[in-house]
Every structure is written in C-alpha cells, then in structure tokens.
C-alpha cells in the first residue's frame, strides 16, 4: 500500500470522529488533504470550517464547504 493509499485511509477513518452540527478545525498538509476530500462527503452534515492556512481553505472552498 501506498504512502497515498494510507494517508486516504486514515483522511476517511477520521470522519468517525465529526458529530453531525459541528464546525470543524482544519489543519495544514498532506494527510489533512485527504481528510478534506473525505469530509467533502458529509458536508451537508457539518456546520463548517475553521482553516489553518490558505491552501486548507481553497481546498475546502473548492469541496464546496463553508469556511468560517
């Protein structure tokens, strides 16, 4: 498996950890990437998001998620 399969993994299995009505905290980097693509799948579920930093925010923008 790769290093990228691995990061999708832990991106999605993190998804079990956000309530349905909550903001969430984004941070920076490579796997928080793939946790942005997988929240991109219950954003409809979530109140929004809080960035870090500036490519965090387009990224989550680009899903389609509010930023708060």
Do not use: C, W, Y
């Not at 903001?23 to 799948?41: E, W, Y």
């Amino acid at each position: 498996m790769t290093q990228d399969e691995l990061k999708a993994m832990v991106g999605a299995a993190a998804l079990e950890h956000v309530p349905r009505g909550t903001v969430v905290g984004v941070g920076t980097g490579s796997t928080v990437n793939r946790f942005i693509d997988a929240l991109a799948s219950m954003k409809d579920r979530i109140d929004g998001a809080v960035s870090s930093s500036e490519k965090s925010t387009q990224r989550l923008q680009a899903h389609g998620i509010t930023v708060l």
